[in-house]
């Protein structure tokens, strides 16, 4: 704020910022709201949508029975390894303990003992072929899991086709909803930047310029924050380009606007001093004499130094001496800050 203001007009200032910044808020959440609830107007696809019916079905299905299958042969291969295991440590406990017989029988030599021989070593015969038919059955099982891995592959291989083709068609409808939302967004928001760019331009500067800033603020909220982040990006063309586009649009009107001012000043300085004093707003010279600017060409000029009575870059008078008073002061104060005695030629507001 310019130090030409009285400290009653910062505080009203600062309280219509205020204002201002509370108005967008509450314009953002209701804009917001309703930007949240335009997905609503489309519908919610899904996979099952766009697949080809009813040869998914029964591909799901068949594999449903497959998995059942490949599931109880998972379970008999793993009961008859247990029972192979089994067949296993019984063969090889028989058989030690038919070697140990057999060490003492050959010590003993009792002929008494040749019927036992017999029947020892057909009980040992006898564990050998279940443990032959454990074995073998173990491979068989192996064999089936192998041929129900393989039709399951073959279920599954043929249902992932069906669903390539599904998530395709998936996707363009998901892509079709995404730019009918974005169209959607747009037809918000572009009005809002149209009446946003007039308010600026118009009425900036009106009694109720509180609630035009509050207006502007949402409006760029709704498009930068809203609208831009939903934009489709087909591989990222869309964004740079939509850049490089308002980048142009914007570019090319602040160099039509600094030249346009460039060549307004031009002209200014080449009026006389008191006609250019007059025609410069209080505030506006106040404002950059307090940043050590002169108020006519905006150039840097050190005004603390007593010798500089006027711009040494346009021409123009900074301090002049009061007619009353003889004090210096300040070339665009309405009063002497000596005397208080009233400027002949105070710039008009």
């Not at 001496?321 to 665009?332: D, W």
Request: proline share 3%; charged share 20%.
């Amino acid at each position: 704020m310019s130090k030409g203001l009285r400290l009653s007009e910062k505080w009203f200032n600062r309280g219509l910022w205020t204002i201002a910044i509370v108005f967008a808020s509450f314009l953002i959440g209701l804009g917001g709201t309703i930007i949240g609830d335009l997905p609503q107007v489309t519908r919610d696809y899904s996979l099952d949508d766009f697949i080809q019916q009813p040869a998914a079905g029964e591909l799901r299905d068949a594999l449903k029975l497959a998995q059942q299958s490949r599931s109880d042969l998972n379970e008999q291969a793993h009961q008859a390894q247990i029972r192979l295991d089994t067949a296993n440590n019984d063969y090889n406990t028989a058989y030690a303990s038919f070697n140990n017989w057999l060490a003492t029988r050959s010590a003993t030599e009792q002929a008494s003992q040749d019927e036992a021989l017999i029947q020892r070593t057909q009980a040992l015969d006898s564990l050998k072929q279940q443990q032959r038919q454990r074995l073998a059955e173990v491979d068989a099982l192996s064999q089936q899991q192998d041929q129900a891995a393989q039709a399951q592959q073959a279920l599954q291989d043929k249902l992932a086709v069906l669903e390539q083709a599904a998530q395709e068609k998936l996707d363009q409808q998901w892509h079709h909803q995404e730019i009918q939302v974005f169209l959607y967004r747009l037809m918000l928001t572009l009005p809002l930047l149209v009446i946003a760019a007039w308010l600026f331009a118009k009425k900036r500067k009106t009694a109720y310029w509180p609630f035009v800033w509050g207006f502007i603020l949402f409006a760029l909220f709704a498009f930068f924050v809203e609208l831009v982040p939903y934009l489709p990006s087909y591989g990222g063309y869309v964004r740079y380009l939509v850049g490089i586009v308002l980048t142009v649009v914007i570019g090319r009107q602040a160099i039509i606007a600094l030249n346009a001012y460039l060549e307004k000043q031009k002209l200014a300085e080449q009026l006389p001093d008191a006609q250019r004093r007059v025609e410069l707003s209080y505030d506006i010279a106040l404002a950059r004499l307090a940043k050590q600017l002169c108020p006519g060409c905006e150039r840097q000029v050190d005004l603390k130094d007593a010798s500089i009575d006027f711009c040494p870059h346009c021409g123009i008078g900074l301090h002049d001496h009061c007619t009353q008073c003889q004090a210096r002061k300040s070339a665009f104060a309405k009063f002497c800050h000596r005397c208080g005695c009233a400027a002949p030629q105070a710039s008009a507001s």
